[in-house]
């Protein structure tokens, strides 16, 4: 374990949880906050709710356990930084301009740099080997691996039917934004870290337990964000983007259900110190 490297992620952490709970709480509660649409400022409402009320929590938690020595909190603390990255980017680039632009800037730049150091203070060896070795990897890299074939697939055959037809995707339609956001995050921060981790993880390398618990926690997390997000812009209506539900809900218990196993894995009472 680097321990400079850790108290450096810890530091910028503690930044980022109290960034979290700012823009989101605003977010909830100055209803002027949000120059958008009525629809897309209602998913920005359920996206803020998530944050404040399960995401930043947890976060807080997961320093305090990584802290007292717990590997398990460690690996969820990487995974809510990776969630805070992804969503922090979602109102940087998303979001109309508004009063906490540079709060978004801000939280993208230290959930990333925190992220960054968080790795780079991770003995991946020493860990994994503190994994049991009845780890079901098979179903896990498996379902990783459909995770990003189903995202990746959807994203690009949405994309290409534009270069055939000119057609936009509804969604964009319906909220009025100038290019697909999510699309975007997917195919660079999602698809591209399930493949990778899945096939480290059916390979047995350390690494890929590290990062794939990483995703799981972290697609979790966004998964139940995106999902109240959509679940807001319904009820706002008119949007078309409900059917997205079927995609996320079963992505965000797969990713539940995987990022226990994997955490579970690790050998009672194993610690970071």
Do not use: E
């Amino acid at each position: 374990m680097n321990s400079a490297s850790r108290r450096i992620a810890g530091r910028l952490s503690v930044a980022v949880a109290l960034l979290m709970a700012l823009s989101s709480g605003a977010g909830l509660f100055a209803h002027d906050l949000y120059r958008d649409s009525a629809l897309v400022a209602a998913s920005w409402y359920g996206n803020d709710l998530v944050t404040f009320v399960v995401a930043t929590p947890l976060l807080g938690i997961a320093l305090l356990g990584t802290w007292g020595g717990s590997r398990r909190a460690l690996l969820v603390w990487m995974g809510l930084l990776a969630y805070s990255l992804y969503n922090s980017a979602l109102y940087l680039f998303g979001a109309a301009f508004n009063s906490l632009f540079l709060v978004y800037a801000a939280l993208c730049a230290l959930s990333g740099a925190a992220l960054i150091f968080g790795l780079l203070s991770i003995d991946a060896r020493a860990l994994h080997r503190q994994v049991q070795p009845d780890l079901p990897t098979p179903w896990i890299s498996g379902f990783m691996m459909l995770v990003a074939v189903a995202l990746g697939g959807v994203h690009a055959a949405l994309a290409l039917r534009y270069v055939a037809t000119g057609r936009v995707p509804a969604t964009l339609d319906a909220i009025g934004l100038h290019t697909d956001l999510i699309a975007a995050l997917d195919l660079t921060m999602v698809v591209p870290v399930a493949l990778l981790a899945g096939a480290w993880l059916w390979r047995g390398r350390p690494w890929g337990y590290v990062w794939a618990t990483l995703w799981c926690v972290k697609g979790a997390a966004c998964m139940l964000s995106l999902s109240a997000a959509t679940v807001a812009s319904v009820v706002v209506g008119p949007s078309s983007g409900g059917m997205q539900l079927l995609l996320w809900g079963p992505i965000g218990v797969g990713c539940v259900l995987a990022g226990g196993v994997l955490l579970r894995a690790l050998r009672p009472g194993s610690r970071t110190r």
